[in-house]
């Protein structure tokens, strides 16, 4: 007897590999603006130092203290600055190229497509994301996925951002499933994992860096493949 009807994915750092795609773009900006030229020792302190920064600016934005428009652009701000950069326009010039080209990167996680397409013959699959509406589906379209997905669930669409409730019951609501009959992917405990399970729905963590943790979770996986052995 078949349990589930839906399948909610996480998208970036569950089927997109952000910090893959992410590097790569970020490598790239170093080089066409010529960051070595501004005393910015390689493009690997450059990453590592905006990666800090937008992680915390992130969760910022998650929490609501900062605006979508002040994210992007201040964090390469903060991030020439730490380098002793004053150049805001420049900072500008890269937050656009940024925007434009890293959600066109297509790095997924190993058996992305293998996975998907055996789901997809079983069961209704969606995607509930954090991430921002334009830059989300184009992520998708490139690297097409999404050919697998009936709805897909942006925090800009619905209003609301995970972890908040809404933006589950919005996503519930909008593929027609009951939480009993729906199950939540995501790489996040306290964004997807634990909410989903607030919600009644079954929860699959997708811990391929196997953190520590102590939450009790219905399925935890390492690598994506192991979701056709439980579903
Ligand atoms: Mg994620």
Known sequence: MKKYKHIFFDLDRTLWDFEKNSS???SEIFCEFKLEEKSIPSSEEFISVYQKINDEMWDDYRNGHISKKVLRSERYDKTLQYFGVENQ????????HYIAES?????LFPFAHETLSYLKEKY???IITNGFEEVQHIKLLHSNLMQ???EVITSEQAGYKKPAKEIFEFAL???NAKPSESLMIGDDLQVDILPAKAM???QVYFNPEKQNHSEKIDFVICSLDELTEIL
Not at 89 to 96: D, F, S, V, Y
């Open 24 to 26: 790569e773009a970020l």
């Open 200 to 202: 009644g729905m079954r």
């Open 89 to 96: 326009e420049l900072a500008e010039r890269i937050g656009c």
């Open 103 to 107: 959600p066109k990167k297509t790095h």
């Open 173 to 175: 609501q909008k593929a």
């Open 148 to 150: 697998y997905f009936t």
């Open 124 to 126: 209704s699959l969606h």
